[in-house]
């Protein structure tokens, strides 16, 4: 089993930043993908960024130059820059992990943290 915490988040003015941190507990392969996905109301739940165990990364079209996505593997941690922040960034944002075994794979998903860009 995987855990998966999320901290970050709140609201902030457009043009600005705010980051967010997923951490990750319990058995983890090597082989995963962590990323952030967002919801909006009334929205299905998309992409947003992942960040392979390999450090490869993607990004949607909508969020690429504005965030970045990074990770410490050693605190087996994901963290989101967000830049230049627009009022259709408000989501909440779900991190997931993906762990990759020889015959399927498992998703785990956080609890979400909601954003809000407005003024």
């Known amino acids: 089993q995987v855990q998966l915490v999320e901290s970050g988040g709140g609201l902030v003015q457009p043009g600005g930043s705010l980051g967010l941190s997923c951490a990750a507990s319990?058995?983890?392969?090597?082989?995963?993908?962590m990323g952030w996905y967002r919801q909006a109301p009334g929205r299905q739940r998309e992409l947003v960024s992942i960040?392979?165990?390999?450090?490869?990364?993607n990004y949607a079209e909508s969020v690429k130059g504005r965030f970045t996505i990074t990770r410490d593997s050693a605190k087996n941690t994901v963290y989101l820059k967000m830049n230049s922040l627009k009022p259709e960034d408000t989501a909440v944002y779900y991190c997931?992990?993906?762990?990759?075994?020889?015959?399927?794979?498992?998703?785990?998903w956080g609890q979400g943290t909601q954003v809000t860009v407005s003024s």
């Open positions: 319990g058995s983890i392969p090597s082989r995963h993908v």
């Open positions: 997931k992990m993906k762990i990759i075994y020889a015959l399927y794979e498992t998703d785990y």
């Open positions: 960040i392979s165990s390999g450090g490869d990364t």
